[in-house]
């Protein structure tokens, strides 16, 4: 006879956080939203930490380089897809490890000998105005000069005038020396009242911009993830079939943190998977894997060697998994017992295994919901796939602006190895959809609102930090009528707008 669970399988929106005592400490500039990614020891700290619980889905359409970049700025972390060949994917991880804050290398330079033209026609291209002259007129030439608009007067100096001619030659120019940190860098701007900071080597090489903006910026972003050489952060998603070549050229290329991508975790690929990583590397390198969504699955991957484990199957935006198979589980019931799992495994061993909530997350409160259930960090998609820093095209559909977005078991991304089985090497049946959403605009602008909400209610909850807010919240279950309830009712709306805003 099958076992049949007698509780219904409930999701997100079934539920609401009930507020608790908030004392005058509770406001959301003392609330910290760290969290821990990667598996410790009672009294010990984990290897990686996350200043803000998001990361992004390991999907083509979410996570490349730029969106790491982006979302390292703000604290969390990108994974970044693997559904590409070896040699790109350790590419992008190289990307994101070798990029600067602050440091910005070259992209619009010309030779000594180029004309006023040329310097225009740059200009007008890149929208920058400031060129660096090197010898070979690449980004990583000798330095011979700069222009900037304060050089040429259009008005006055010929279209065919050489560079050399009207730029600021080298002599007359303020660098600085590579190895510079970016606040040494930014006190020399200071001091010399320049706009931006040539950087050059040894050689009298460039090597990048540092610019007077730039500083500004970096340090607008307090939460940013950095490692102890000061660069990002950053993971990326693994298969069960080719991790013997994928995950040493990712480890070479720099990555901090792996997962395991698949649709469905509780299989011996996964812990095949785990045990090779284990013993060709012992603990330093850290890897996750999933997804789960019950206590069976969690202890088996646990005992596996998970460092921390996903939770989730069918919730996703773009997963028809669960219309498909007939397999998964409501969102909200699988974090709730995957988090008691949680507990029970550090009481039993000591250990913390971080959980990580996969998919689903459509309402900026749905964030609080899930880390008050027990989740520790958010793994979202649809989320990051609206914003300027998401790899996919921003088309015009019906006069709105949106993103495009994929599903990794939809045909366009062919990704069978997320729901490979140990068969051919192909995908038998689609798992997700091709799809639009709605594009939003930075992902600065909206991770600050999204974490203004949760660090709100976390207020109102009277918790200030994570752990607090999983021991502490008390959750009610919403009937169908008290949902109708929560929205705007009984009223006629002047903006219809309104109603769309709010989702
Ligand atoms: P969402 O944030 O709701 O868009 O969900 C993203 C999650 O959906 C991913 O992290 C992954 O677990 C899952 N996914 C990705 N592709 C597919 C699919 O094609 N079915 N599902």
Redesign the pocket.
């Known amino acids: 006879m099958a076992i049949v669970l007698t509780e219904p399988s409930r999701t997100f929106s079934e539920y609401l956080l009930v507020p608790g005592y908030s004392s005058a400490e509770a406001r959301p500039e003392n609330v910290s939203l760290a969290t821990p990614i990667t598996k410790f020891k009672k009294g010990e700290e984990p290897k990686i930490k996350a200043n803000i619980p998001l990361v992004s889905?390991?999907?083509q359409a979410v996570s490349d380089d730029g969106m790491a970049v982006a979302l390292a700025k703000e604290g969390g972390i990108s994974f970044i897809f693997g559904s590409q060949s070896i040699e790109n994917q350790a590419a992008m991880v190289k990307k994101v490890k070798s990029y600067k804050a602050g440091f910005v290398p070259s992209d619009t330079n010309v030779k000594p000998d180029s004309t006023l033209a040329d310097v225009l026609e740059i200009k007008k291209n890149s929208g920058h105005s400031t060129v660096a002259v090197t010898d070979d007129g690449t980004g990583h030439g000798k330095l011979v000069g700069l222009v900037t608009s304060k050089d040429y007067r259009v008005s006055r100096l010929s279209t065919d005038t050489k560079v050399s001619e009207f730029m600021t030659p080298l002599e007359n120019l303020v660098y600085g020396n590579a190895g510079i940190t970016l606040s040494e860098a930014n006190d020399i701007i200071w001091e010399n009242k320049v706009n931006q900071l040539p950087i050059v080597d040894k050689d009298g090489c460039l090597v990048a911009f540092v610019f007077r903006k730039d500083y500004d910026s970096h340090k607008q972003n307090p939460n940013e993830l950095l490692d102890d050489n000061k660069s990002f952060i950053v993971g990326a998603g693994i298969n069960t079939r080719d991790y013997e070549e994928r995950i040493p050229a990712l480890v070479d290329a720099g990555v901090d943190v792996l997962t395991i991508d698949s649709?469905e975790g509780y299989s011996e690929w996964q812990a095949r998977t785990l045990k090779w990583v284990k013993e060709k590397y012992g603990d330093t390198v850290k890897i996750g894997a999933g997804?789960v969504v019950d206590k069976e699955g969690f202890d088996f991957l646990a005992k596996s060697g998970a460092d921390f484990i996903k939770v989730?199957i069918g919730?996703?935006?773009?997963?028809?998994?669960r219309e498909q198979k007939g397999i998964g589980r409501g969102q909200a019931s699988a974090v709730l017992e995957v988090a008691a799992a949680r507990d029970e495994w550090l009481e039993k061993t000591g250990e913390y295994i971080p959980i990580c909530s996969?998919?689903?997350?459509v309402y900026d409160y749905h964030m609080t919901l899930a880390l008050a259930m027990g989740a520790d960090f958010i793994?979202?998609?649809?989320?990051f796939a609206r914003f300027d820093e998401s790899p996919s095209a921003k088309v015009m559909v019906n006069g709105n602006y949106m993103k495009e977005y994929w599903?990794?078991?939809?045909a366009r991304?062919r990704n069978w190895q997320r729901y490979d089985l140990g068969g051919d090497s192909k995908l038998k049946f689609e798992?997700?959809v091709d799809s639009y959403v709605p594009y939003a605009g930075s992902l600065h602008d909206n991770v600050n609102l999204s974490l203004e909400k949760v660090k709100s209610t976390m207020c109102n909850c009277g918790v200030l930090s994570i752990p607090e807010l999983q021991h502490n919240s008390k959750l009610t279950l919403v009937s169908a009528t008290s949902i109708i309830e929560g929205g705007a009712h009984d009223v006629v709306l002047k903006d219809n707008s309104v109603a769309t805003v709010r989702r």
């Open positions: 889905a390991v999907m649709s997804n989730g919730g996703g935006s773009i997963c028809i998994t996969d998919g689903g997350i793994m979202l998609g649809r989320y599903g990794e078991g939809s991304a798992e997700g």
